[in-house]
């Protein structure tokens, strides 16, 4: 059964850091480009960053320098570092495959920042 289980968020103030992690079990992981997703209050979901199996990243411009996505394909586990948070960034962060989310969403992991 596949799925995804996101932990690591919480409250921080603007400037802090905090890592997220993502436990996926799913066949062919360490094939799959998998990415971070966030929603905020509101808003569409959105892709913020992603890594292929061979570990090219991408981002979105708006946490380009701030976010760093890595995975450990042993543990089936995705990470995102954020450092120099923003209130901006309050959302609820997801990882799924991308560019399309084709896996089961799971819970997420609500991160606020406050300012």
């Known amino acids: 059964q596949v799925q995804l289980v996101e932990s690591g968020g919480g409250l921080v103030q603007a400037g802090g850091s905090l890592r997220l992690s993502c436990a996926a079990s799913v066949s062919m992981f360490s094939f799959r480009t998998m990415g971070w997703y966030r929603q905020a209050p509101g808003k569409q979901r959105e892709l913020v960053a992603g890594?292929?199996?061979?570990?090219?990243?991408n981002y979105a411009e708006s946490v380009k320098g701030r976010f760093t996505i890595s995975r450990d394909n042993a543990e089936m586990t995705v990470y995102l570092q954020m450092n120099s948070l923003k209130p901006e960034d309050t959302a609820v962060y997801y990882c799924?495959?991308?560019?399309?989310?084709?896996?089961?969403w799971g819970q997420g992991t609500q991160v606020t920042v406050s300012s």
């Open positions: 799924n495959t991308e560019p399309i989310a084709t896996l089961t």
């Open positions: 890594i292929t199996g061979g570990r090219v990243t």
